[in-house]
């Protein structure tokens, strides 16, 4: 009924209107245009193009509002109908809009802007994604950026590491052997602070013994079997009674190892243009021009002393037996060349060395027994060095250190290839001089100077 309503409607509306161009709307908002000729002037109208889908939808959603009021499809008149045909909003909208729900368009179909149509189409597919995700995880890796990024980091890790290591480890090897070098400068100092107090002990002891009771204690004191060395060159001893101790404060004694040798008659012209009197430790004399040096050197005043007869110091210091041995040869050169034994001498490379520690308190036991005194230093000029050393640094090497003293004993060597040391002694005895020290030679009755073994410098 309401089909056949519109129908008619729409028929005599195009009718009527066919010449006038009038616009119908239908129900459902469905329009058309349609071109009108009125006179010259052509207009472009909306005509109505009945659609049997659109009138059914338009149907079916106010299918459910007639309902609610009670209304069926046959309870509605025509007129009614057609008031609500005409009543309808006339919209206009461009062909290429896309009809929203319940509308229909009759035109030209809405094209996609190529722009979209091109990116879509280039879109790989999801297979050709696939196939260059695997191709990217199958590249190779190395020679790869990361490759090298790698090889960068792990190169400066190596770098870092290892020479830290390296450090920690020297640093900590270096550690213990200063702590061990450390407790053997310790013990070897108190070793010798020991033997100081007791070669004090000794001294007064012996002279006690010879100046008031004339051998009395000595015959009272309980004697034991001797060691096995004690027994060796009974002639090698001292006769001569031990003076009283001298009085040195202010005094330099100028010492000179291991000669004689060629720079010895030099020395010796230095000395006697100074007026000074120094002390010689000499080594060897098998020859006839080192036996006439020692026999000049005690003819112009000066003391001589023992240094040992071969200065090997692996044979010297293989036991006490091995010292005797070698010093026992000194003592016999210097006595025959001279006429004079010799009652003082000076350890191979001081009185404690690396050579001597094993056996060092046996040796010096031994010879104070015998009546000998031994002397180290605590001045050196540092010509003991192999290498070059010039009379400049030799003079200022004394002279700058000697203020710190009140009594002294100078280290210098009288050997062939010393000499720097015959340049500079004239210099060094100005210098003493300037600084109010008094220089003489050393005997028995000078008080020995131990070397502190932090100073210590091998001769």
């Avoid at 008031?83 to 035109?107: C, H, I, N, Q, R």
């Avoid at 037996?321 to 000194?330: G, M, V």
Wanted: glycine share 6%.
């Amino acid at each position: 009924m309401k089909q056949l309503a519109q129908e008619a409607f729409a028929d005599s509306d195009l009718e009527e209107e066919q010449s006038h161009g009038k616009t119908l709307n239908f129900p459902g908002e469905m329009r058309g245009t349609k071109r009108v000729d009125s006179g010259a002037d052509l207009a472009t109208e909306e005509e109505p193009f009945p659609a049997e889908d659109a009138e059914n939808e338009w149907a079916e959603e106010n299918a459910p509002q007639d309902q609610a009021h009670g209304l069926t499809e046959e309870g509605v008149s025509e007129t009614e109908e057609l008031s609500e045909a005409e009543s309808a909003p006339v919209t206009e909208e461009p062909v290429g809009d896309l009809p929203e729900e319940g509308e229909m368009t009759y035109g030209a179909p809405e094209t996609e802007p190529v722009e979209e149509r091109k990116e879509e189409e280039s879109l790989p597919p999801a297979e050709q994604l696939d196939t260059e995700s695997a191709l990217a995880e199958r590249a190779p890796y190395f020679g790869s950026v990361k490759f090298f990024k790698n090889m960068i980091l792990a190169v400066v890790i190596v770098a870092i590491v290892i020479p830290s290591a390296l450090a920690v480890f020297f640093w900590r090897n270096g550690q213990m052997a200063l702590a061990e070098e450390e407790g053997r400068r310790a013990a070897l100092s108190a070793s010798l602070s020991e033997l100081q107090t007791q070669y004090d002990q000794m001294a007064e002891e012996k002279l006690a013994q010879e100046r008031i009771w004339a051998g009395s204690v000595a015959d009272r004191v309980v004697k034991s079997d001797p060691l096995y060395y004690q027994e060796l060159y009974p002639d090698f001893y001292v006769t001569d009674p031990l003076g009283p101790a001298v009085q040195d404060d202010g005094t330099m004694y100028l010492t000179f190892d291991d000669g004689p040798s060629s720079n010895t008659p030099l020395l010796l012209t230095v000395l006697r243009n100074k007026d000074v009197k120094a002390t010689f430790f000499v080594v060897g004399g098998s020859s006839e021009k080192q036996r006439q040096w020692m026999r000049d050197i005690v003819s112009e005043g000066h003391t001589l002393g023992m240094h040992s007869y071969t200065h090997q110091y692996h044979e010297i210091y293989a036991s006490v037996e091995a010292f005797l041995d070698d010093f026992y040869k000194q003592f016999t050169a210097i006595k025959e060349a001279t006429g004079q034994a010799p009652t003082i001498f000076r350890f191979p490379g001081g009185s404690v060395n690396a050579y001597n520690y094993p056996v060092y308190r046996e040796i010096v036991a031994e010879m104070l027994r015998r009546g000998f005194v031994f002397y180290d230093w605590n001045l050196s000029s540092g010509d003991a060095s192999s290498n070059y050393i010039s009379p400049k640094k030799i003079t200022s090497n004394i002279l700058d250190n000697a203020p710190t003293f009140s009594r002294g004993i100078v280290l210098m060597h009288d050997a062939p290839s010393k000499d720097s040391t015959v340049e500079s002694l004239a210099g060094v005895i100005d210098g003493l001089r300037d600084q109010g020290f008094t220089l003489a030679p050393l005997t028995r009755e000078v008080r020995p100077m131990l070397f502190n073994y932090t100073d210590y410098q091998p001769d």
